[in-house]
């Protein structure tokens, strides 16, 4: 899979599930933009990729304000001179206290759609132009199992991540006629510190975690819900967004591919 010459813009990737992908992308060839609303870890991210001979560039973004957005574009594209690659990655379980509520408030429903789902918009919006005019691009969504199939512990990001991959499909054909391909990927169980904010709420809100370290409550929710016994990580993701984003991928648009151990099956 070859990424050689090709800019990639990952948002959310200072850390997690972003992070992975942005070093993926790397390995394969592509310059990557680091970016992230925590400005510190973007650059901390940008500082090791370098270190180990990549090209990388850290900015600063929040995907909830297109003025955001659109200078994230800019800069990148003063920096690198193109963009072919956009994975939306930056995402939210809740609004800040998520954890320690019993259920979902309106701050969090309000808060989740604005990065999830609002967030993915804006960045397609800002890079897409990009695209269009060179007529090539490739756009990666991270959507969830969550979006497949919803539970009750957290509603508003079920929705939103639902709301991902029909917001990928409408893209898919808004863009095929300017050879851009847009797709989603649908992570299942991984380690990540949004997952250490799900399990944190486990032990405090479900009967079967309680008494459990965050990470055993993981474990536990793997060994029920995962068929092939064994959780998916950062790499496998990052794994999927670099094939998606290749040319091998030429002929694969509107998609939400599982990476979900069997979990989920569509």
Same mark, same amino acid.
């Given at each position: 899979?070859?990424?050689?010459? /090709?800019?990639?813009?990952?948002?959310?990737?200072?850390?997690?599930?972003?992070?992975?992908?942005?070093?993926?992308?790397?390995?394969?060839?592509?310059?990557?933009?680091? =970016?992230?609303?925590? $400005?510190?870890?973007?650059?901390?991210?940008?500082?090791?990729?370098?270190?180990? &001979?990549?090209?990388?560039?850290?900015?600063?973004?929040?995907?909830?304000?297109?003025?955001?957005?659109?200078?994230?574009?800019?800069?990148?594209?003063?920096?690198?001179?193109?963009?072919?690659?956009?994975?939306?990655?930056?995402?939210?379980?809740?609004?800040?206290?998520?954890?320690?509520?019993?259920?979902?408030?309106?701050?969090?429903?309000?808060?989740?759609?604005?990065?999830?789902? /609002?967030?993915?918009?804006?960045?397609?919006? =800002?890079?897409?132009?990009?695209?269009?005019?060179?007529?090539?691009?490739? $756009?990666?969504?991270?959507?969830?199992?969550?979006?497949?199939? &919803?539970?009750?512990?957290?509603?508003?990001?079920?929705?939103? /991540?639902?709301?991902? #991959?029909?917001?990928?499909?409408?893209?898919?054909?808004?863009?095929?006629?300017?050879?851009?391909?847009?797709? =989603?990927?649908?992570?299942?169980?991984?380690?990540?510190?949004?997952?250490?904010? #799900?399990?944190?709420?486990?032990?405090?809100?479900?009967?079967?975690?309680?008494?459990?370290?965050?990470?055993?409550?993981?474990?536990?929710?793997?060994?029920?819900?995962?068929?092939?016994?064994?959780?998916?990580?950062?790499?496998?993701?990052?794994?999927?967004?670099?094939?998606?984003?290749?040319?091998?991928?030429?002929?694969?648009?509107?998609?939400?591919?599982?990476?979900? &151990?069997?979990?989920?099956?569509?």
């Amino acid at each position: 899979m070859d990424l050689n010459g /090709k800019v990639a813009v990952v948002t959310g990737a200072g850390r997690g599930i972003g992070r992975a992908i942005a070093e993926k992308m790397a390995e394969h060839g592509a310059r990557i933009i680091v =970016a992230d609303v925590a $400005i510190d870890n973007a650059v901390h991210v940008s500082e090791d990729l370098n270190a180990d &001979g990549h090209e990388a560039e850290p900015i600063a973004v929040d995907v909830t304000r297109q003025s955001s957005v659109d200078r994230m574009t800019r800069g990148a594209v003063a920096r690198f001179g193109r963009l072919d690659i956009l994975v939306n990655n930056a995402g939210i379980i809740g609004a800040r206290g998520w954890e320690t509520r019993g259920r979902p408030n309106d701050r969090d429903w309000d808060t989740i759609y604005a990065v999830n789902v /609002k967030g993915v918009a804006n960045a397609t919006n =800002a890079v897409s132009r990009h695209m269009r005019r060179q007529n090539y691009g490739k $756009i990666v969504n991270i959507a969830s199992v969550a979006g497949r199939q &919803g539970s009750p512990g957290n509603p508003p990001y079920n929705v939103s /991540k639902a709301g991902v #991959i029909s917001l990928t499909q409408a893209t898919a054909l808004e863009l095929a006629p300017f050879n851009v391909n847009v797709n =989603a990927i649908c992570p299942g169980l991984l380690w990540t510190p949004m997952w250490e904010r #799900i399990a944190t709420r486990q032990t405090k809100y479900d009967a079967a975690s309680k008494g459990l370290s965050p990470r055993k409550a993981f474990e536990r929710t793997v060994a029920e819900r995962i068929p092939l016994g064994r959780e998916q990580t950062p790499e496998d993701i990052g794994n999927l967004a670099v094939f998606l984003a290749s040319d091998l991928a030429e002929n694969i648009t509107g998609q939400a591919i599982n990476v979900n &151990g069997g979990a989920r099956m569509d």
